[in-house]
């Protein structure tokens, strides 16, 4: 179940409490970046689930699950590397690429530039207001016609 769009609490640096979220985009189906609704402040999301994780294994299991975990995750980001450099490749000179923003809505097949990861290519749309894009190594799925305050 994906929480792009929705709201998560998490720890406000800025605010320095925890407040309500807008979560921006996942990788993995992991939360990876919210948005503060009290200050508006942009931030990594260090969330309930790697807790959870390092309070029901032990030692050594957690040390063996870890490097799986690496490995599998560098394995699949050589995979989107590969896939976006070929999409790169297959990129027409006059194809029109949009900037990102949280508030636009964007169509299947569509290319984005974001601040941070570049290039990205809208490759699926999910309820209206989320969107898996393909950026150089990894897939995230990003929060997109949000409505503007
Ligand atoms: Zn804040």
Redesign the pocket.
């Known amino acids: 179940m994906s929480m792009v769009g929705k709201n998560v609490d998490a720890l ?1 640096t ?2 320095g409490l925890t ?1 309500a979220h807008i979560v921006l985009y996942e990788v993995g189906g992991v939360i990876a970046r919210v948005k ?1 609704k ?2 508006g ?1 942009e931030h990594k999301y260090r969330g309930a689930k790697v807790r959870d994780r390092k309070g029901e294994t032990g030692g050594d299991r957690t040390r063996r699950t870890g490097t799986r975990a690496a490995e599998e995750s560098r394995q699949a980001e050589a995979v989107e590397t590969q896939r976006w450099l070929q999409r790169q490749n297959e990129l027409g000179k006059n194809t029109p690429i949009r900037p990102y923003r949280m508030t636009d809505r964007y169509q299947r097949g569509e290319v984005i530039e974001h601040p941070t990861f570049g290039i990205g290519f809208v490759e699926k749309i999910l309820e209206d207001q989320r969107m898996d894009v393909l950026f150089k190594g990894s897939l995230k799925r990003m929060v997109m016609s949000l409505p503007a305050k």
């Open positions: 406000c800025r605010c407040l503060c009290t200050c402040a």
